[in-house]
């Protein structure tokens, strides 16, 4: 397999060969993976938006036509998963503010009011520190509401998956939400 040239495994891959896209995989992971922790700052991240990046190679390996090199093409593709990446960033610091935003503004309690708003931040901190498939399936499940089978069936990934990303972020929030209340001394009404 090491001796194929990119394309040459490409065409092995629209065959259903998995040795291919796994030399494949192997050849361009080191770089990829190089270029996005430089983006992104996270390794974690990285590593997400990589695997993502070749889940989607392979589901769509039937339809796969590169006009350039392969280097090139994979390149492109993770810039526009990295742009994707920072885009969700900020439509959830958005979200953030409004929450900030809506939170009670009472005169008499101000101090809770501003505890509320640091709790808010401690906790969308934590999901920004997530890998980007367990944030997403942590908010299909509380933000959205869906089911574990429906978030399942629309990531295409199995229902088990989908309850140990939940359990996972959970655990995540727990450990940030405690971090801060030992930090913190907070209202008793909290």
């Not at 090491?2 to 891959?13: A, N």
């Not at 060969?17 to 192997?26: G, K, T």
């Not at 640091?118 to 999901?127: G, K, P, T």
């Amino acid at each position: 397999m090491d001796r194929l040239s990119d394309i040459d495994l490409i065409g092995l891959i629209r065959g259903n060969d998995h040795s291919a896209f796994r030399e494949l995989y192997n050849r361009h992971r080191g770089p990829l993976l190089q270029q996005a922790c430089l983006k992104t700052g996270s390794v974690a991240d990285a590593e997400d938006i990589l695997q993502e990046l070749f889940i989607h190679l392979w589901e769509k390996r039937h339809s796969l036509h590169i006009t350039g090199t392969v280097p090139a093409y994979l390149h492109i593709a993770l810039r526009n998963r990295i742009i994707n990446y920072y885009h969700s960033a900020l439509t959830r610091l958005e979200h953030a503010r409004q929450h900030a935003d809506a939170l009670p503004q009472a005169a008499d309690n101000g101090q809770m009011a501003l505890a509320l708003k640091e709790l808010s931040a401690q906790v969308n901190d934590a999901l920004d520190l997530m890998p980007e498939k367990m944030r997403v399936v942590y908010l299909k499940s509380r933000e959205e509401g869906l089911s574990a089978p429906l978030i399942a069936s629309q990531l295409s990934i199995s229902e088990q998956t989908v309850r140990n990303q939940i359990s996972n972020a959970l655990k995540r929030l727990k450990t940030k939400i405690d971090a801060y209340y030992k930090g913190q001394s907070l209202p008793n009404s909290l």
